[in-house]
């Protein structure tokens, strides 16, 4: 089935000890998007590529970064994680349409 | 400035019961509303979407949803729920931006508990 797939779906770094998420789809999707949720609060919109057009919103922190090396990868940089960072990262997909589609989310612990 | 308000952040419910959790938006420009259900540690995933056409809108799952621009509300209904509808349930409204790419504005979230 075409889907959304995200690695790891946990990850535990060391604060200050950089880390990267990864997503990838076999949607075909022209953007994708990455959303950092924290404990019981709604998805925040990081980032997002439009084909190779990378777009940050206004208040997403320096200390992250996104790669997209081709349409079905895109990656996300944490520098230099602290203990605010701890969250749960989706990656969604969308083809210039109405819909997005969600990946299962990667846990992030920073010890 | 487009926003949404899901007026209830915990909604406790019998197994087999009704229920109908509360979306209120505001926006200036065509609305396209959505509905998404989180499992613990799991992604989003799509229940129904309202786009044009008939305002009642059927999802996934049993769920319905009825749109009403005079109201500006989008309740989402199921008629009988189950316990596994246990969930974290979002309501969403996109917000189109040049250059091809849609931004999700989601509510703050409703808990949906259901009791045996």
């Known amino acids: 089935d075409a889907m959304v797939i995200q690695n790891p779906r946990y990850q535990v770094t060391q604060f200050g000890k950089p880390v990267t998420l990864s997503c990838s789809q076999t949607l075909n999707h022209n953007v994708m998007y990455w959303y950092q949720q924290k404990s019981s609060q709604a998805p925040k919109l990081l980032f997002h590529?439009?084909?190779?057009?990378?777009?940050n919103e206004a208040d997403t922190p320096d200390n992250f970064q996104s790669r997209r090396p081709n349409t079905s990868f895109c990656f996300l940089d944490i520098r230099s994680p602290g203990l605010g960072d701890a969250a749960m990262y989706l990656c969604?997909?969308?083809?210039?349409?109405?819909?997005?589609?969600f990946g299962p989310g990667t846990r992030l612990t920073v010890t | 400035a487009q926003s949404v308000t899901q007026l209830d952040s915990q909604v406790p419910v019998f197994e087999e019961a009704p229920v109908e959790l509360r979306c209120n938006y505001s926006?200036?420009?065509?609305?396209?509303l959505f509905w998404y259900v989180q499992y613990p540690n799991q992604g989003l995933q799509l229940l129904l979407k309202y786009l044009s056409g008939s305002t009642l809108v059927k999802g996934i799952n049993g769920f319905e949803a009825e749109f009403n621009k005079s109201q500006t509300s989008f309740h989402l209904r199921k008629p009988s729920v189950h316990i596994s509808d246990t969930a974290e349930y979002f309501c969403?409204?996109?917000?189109?931006?040049?250059?091809?790419?849609?931004?999700?504005?989601f509510g703050a979230g409703t808990r949906l508990a259901v009791h045996p």
């Open positions: 969604a997909t969308s083809d210039r349409g109405y819909e997005q589609y």
């Open positions: 590529y439009y084909d190779k057009d990378f777009n």
């Open positions: 926006s200036s420009v065509s609305v396209y």
């Open positions: 969403a409204l996109l917000d189109l931006r040049s250059g091809g790419y849609n931004k999700l504005i």
